[in-house]
């Protein structure tokens, strides 16, 4: 089993860093560029990809970074339904959306498969700051002032 030390490291995370340059890239010209709103929205979602997966692995426990690949998923099925927007708008050339929609759906997929590995886990949640090998000795107050 790959442990992961940082967020980076995940595959799905690579795979959403390329999804949101792709968007950004593609939204940045041509008629899509102008209608700020489908533009400001694809961005958006590409972004919450890739960061619910680094604020999920980054939380405490592994029902929390569950919860946080099913946003990420979510948020790549809410880039496909925005690029057909812009495909029957005329707004995304249909080379740019097949491109644009295959690369959200790889990481819908990957999701999918990272979070039936994690489940499949589930017994092995990550340490709680309660189960942490620490103690905290508190100051002795001093009479003297």
């Known amino acids: 089993m790959t442990t992961f030390r940082r967020f980076e490291e995940i595959e799905v995370w690579q795979t959403a860093r390329e999804l949101a340059k792709a968007v950004y890239q593609t939204t940045g010209q041509g008629a ?53 927007v812009a495909l029957d708008t005329g707004m995304l050339p249909a080379a740019d959306f097949e491109r644009l929609a295959s690369l959200s759906e790889s990481c819908s997929r990957q999701l999918a498969k990272f979070i039936a590995y994690l489940e499949s886990q589930r017994d092995h949640g990550r340490l709680r700051e309660s189960q942490a090998p620490y103690s905290i000795e508190l100051p002795t107050s001093d009479s003297s002032g």
């Open 32 to 84: 899509l560029a102008k209608d700020f709103g489908l533009k400001d929205q694809l961005r958006r979602a590409a972004v919450s990809v890739m960061s619910n997966i680094a604020e999920g692995f980054e939380n405490q426990t592994l029902a929390q970074f569950i919860s946080y690949l099913y946003r990420a998923r979510g948020s790549a099925g809410e880039i496909r339904s925005q690029l057909y």
